[in-house]
């Protein structure tokens, strides 16, 4: 791991121009990045989560301004306008925001799944814009973990994730949101949640109007998702899960449980917590 000094964040955008994978600080999780108009690179990414290549990236920006460098915008509905994009970039950027809008055609399909369209969004966390402008490429990043499991808040979540291979890794401590972000579509006739996140969506609504909600994605489809994080089993931690309708005992003595109640139990005091 290395700390965010000048010299580290210029070798990391070396690496990132040269090819390579970069964990990074954002404000919502830490982010697996790669170069995202290099394929290669992209494909980097895919292979070490263990990702589906059916999941699509987000495109990280480190100003606004740079957006039609990545998104089609003479392509929006008219339905939506581009004013309302003006809006929401204006009020929600940086920040824990994705748009999904007509991919500009620079952007490889590995990216994109294919889709014609593209998730964007400028990260409110001066290391990753720092580490992107730097670089003076647009940067593919999902989260720095391996797929299917939480999302690393902390540089060390990442190291323990990718333990036998470790990328440049660049620590700007805990991420102050917690969970990635909300990801809005812009491509049809009315404003689509496709994954909640960091942002409100009452926020959101308060310059959208009413937002249509969408369902998750079928894995087994191997269809590409709208959206990355739309999969059935996006946030899968590795502790197991039983529910019970009464409170049973203590599975066994020799392993740390928790229990989660929602009125009380006789049982509560053989368990490590209690929530």
């Keep these: 791991m290395s700390d965010p000094s000048d010299a580290h964040i210029l070798a990391a955008a070396r690496l990132l121009r040269d090819g390579g994978l970069v964990a990074f600080p954002t404000e919502t999780v830490y982010g697996l990045g790669a170069n995202a108009l290099d394929p290669l690179a992209v494909a980097g990414i895919f292979e070490l989560k263990g990702r589906p290549r059916f999941d699509p990236l987000i495109v990280h920006l480190d100003t606004a301004d ?93 190291a323990d994730s990718f333990a036998d291979q470790p990328p440049l890794i660049l620590d700007g401590g805990p991420c102050r949101v917690g969970v990635e972000s909300t990801v809005l579509s812009l491509i049809e006739s009315r404003p689509r949640l496709l994954r909640p996140g960091g942002l409100a969506v009452e926020e959101l609504e308060e310059i959208t109007g009413p937002i249509e909600r969408a369902l998750p994605s079928s894995e087994s489809e191997n269809t590409p998702a709208s959206s990355p994080g739309m999969l059935a089993s996006h946030y899968a931690p590795q502790t197991p899960l039983r529910l019970s309708d009464e409170a049973a005992p203590h599975p066994d003595s020799d392993r740390r449980c928790g229990i989660l109640a929602w009125r009380p139990t006789t049982t509560a005091g053989e368990f490590a917590a209690l929530e």
């Design 66 to 158: 740079l957006l039609p460098t990545v998104a089609d915008l003479t392509a929006i509905p008219t339905a939506i306008g581009g004013e309302l994009i003006e809006q929401l970039v204006e009020r929600f950027w940086p920040g824990p925001l994705t748009l999904v809008l007509p991919k500009a055609d620079a952007v490889p399909g590995i990216v994109t799944s294919d889709l014609p369209t593209v998730a964007v969004r400028v990260p409110d966390h001066p290391i990753a814009r720092r580490l992107i402008r730097a670089a003076g490429v647009p940067v593919a990043a999902p989260s720095a973990n391996r797929f299917g499991r939480t999302s690393p808040t902390t540089a060390q979540h990442v």
